[in-house]
């Protein structure tokens, strides 16, 4: 079993709604224009496992020292340390996949993502040896010192907020998918990140199910 804590827009958000459109299986049956619908249901079926989500802490089994409610409380605590962040997006591309960024970076954000992983750090279980040869393929020198100490490497300096919209495509695919987003994305309101959720995978393969949404509480200073 492996947990895993994201933001998701709250479900009543614009951002919530444009996440149900795109991932729905209605959304285009015979898909959209440019991408067939065979290659369009390849090109989705991980972001539809993983669920409409930006990572925080990207995820992870637990020791067998520690249980859910440690990790519950240990997002709480970070949860009360930290207030909601506004932040625009646009679509753009990282790491040659289709994805909304922030228009500008959040320290914030980046304070937030930083946080859930030191939370996270006492109560994971290491990652095997196995996983870590296979995933350091491709790292440079920092990312792998982080993915030996953290179990990922895309952390603190290198974190990067971001809602993955589809596998990597090609050129034309990825001009299909603008073409049926960027005027939807340019329309939607900042997204407001006002929780932690915790994820969880039940069994290898399954779907990421919410599992509880965590608020943010810190308020700001009169």
Known sequence: MRYAVYFCPA??????ALGRDWLSAELAPNGIPGIARERWNRLLADVRRYGWHATLRSPFELSPDHDVDDLR???AEVAGRHGPIQLS???????GFPCLRPVSES???NALAAACVEAVE??????ADADFQHRAAGLDVIETHYLGRYGYPYVFERYRFHM??????????????QRWLSIRASMLPA???DALTLCVESSPGAAFEPLERIALRKTSAA
């Open 191 to 193: 997204a407001r990140i």
């Open 164 to 177: 993955t919209l589809s596998a990597p495509a090609t050129v034309e695919e990825e001009r299909a998918l």
């Open 89 to 95: 997006l646009r679509c753009a591309r990282l790491a």
């Open 73 to 75: 409380r240990a997002l």
């Open 107 to 109: 320290r914030a954000v």
């Open 122 to 127: 006492p109560l994971r279980a290491p990652l």
């Open 11 to 16: 479900p009543a958000s614009a951002l919530a």
